[in-house]
């Protein structure tokens, strides 16, 4: 995504029905993305979202507090002229999926992958009608074709804006398996980066908590469910 600062330089900010969606306008005169395309967005909860995050800026802008319309940025100036090409490249994680690749060893962190991960095997399979194989072990094995096939069909059934919170919510997890059963409501944001969480907690309880990596941990945790929020609003 692109980074972007500025001086505030309207007083309110404001949604307005466009006809073919909702742009935002400040002080009446609407928003444009980075690459200067009018920011229409799909819906009036997702406007009145960015609306939000514009009117609580300060003197300057800071992109960082403004996570729906800097998501809203990304869906329009990159994922839009790729859609194709961003639900291939989220398919593909099917087939090295998290939820696939198992340790063979300790017995306690085989038990919690085991239960944290077949539930959600067991849902693809009851929900998609395909099987995704679980291995022993990091040594790449490839899952049935038509199993890959089914499970980008959702993918490309959605908008620009799905498709952007989707890549985050994968891309992060590591995990499609996971990312559809966000996009599902299967199980709640929270406790679905739980389970994607897995080997770290694991490691974190043996060894101890590493400052660094738990910092980042927390990135990406916020950014998973911010993802999450975006994806309801593109639906609303």
């Excluded at 939820?99 to 962190?109: I, K």
Aim: glycine letters at 6%.
């Amino acid at each position: 995504m692109t980074d972007w600062k500025a001086n505030r330089f309207w007083d309110v900010a404001r949604t307005v029905n466009s006809g073919n969606g909702f742009t935002i306008h400040l002080d009446g005169h609407p928003v444009r993305t980075p690459a200067k395309a009018p920011m229409v967005l799909p819906t009036a909860a997702m406007a009145q979202a960015v609306a939000e995050e514009w009117n609580a800026q300060g003197q300057v802008i800071d992109p960082e507090t403004m996570p729906v319309t800097k998501s809203a940025n990304s869906a329009i100036d990159n994922v839009s002229h790729r859609v194709s090409e961003v639900a291939e490249m989220l398919a593909a994680y099917a087939d090295t999926d998290l939820t696939c690749y198992r340790a063979v060893e300790p017995e306690g962190l085989v038990k919690r992958q085991n239960s944290a991960w077949d539930p959600l095997l067991g849902w693809v399979s009851e929900r998609f009608g395909v099987r995704l194989f679980p291995v022993e072990g990091v040594i790449h094995r490839p899952q049935p074709f038509g199993t890959l096939k089914a499970l980008r069909a959702p993918l490309d059934a959605m908008t620009p804006f799905e498709l952007t919170a989707m890549y985050d919510l994968v891309s992060i997890s590591g995990s499609l398996v996971i990312g559809l059963a966000v996009n599902d409501g299967h199980r709640s944001p929270d406790s679905l980066w739980i389970s994607s969480r897995i080997d770290e907690d694991w490691q974190v309880e043996r060894w101890g908590e590493d400052v660094e990596a738990s910092h980042e941990a927390s990135r990406k945790r916020l950014a998973f469910l911010q993802a999450a929020i975006f994806l309801a609003l593109a639906r609303r």
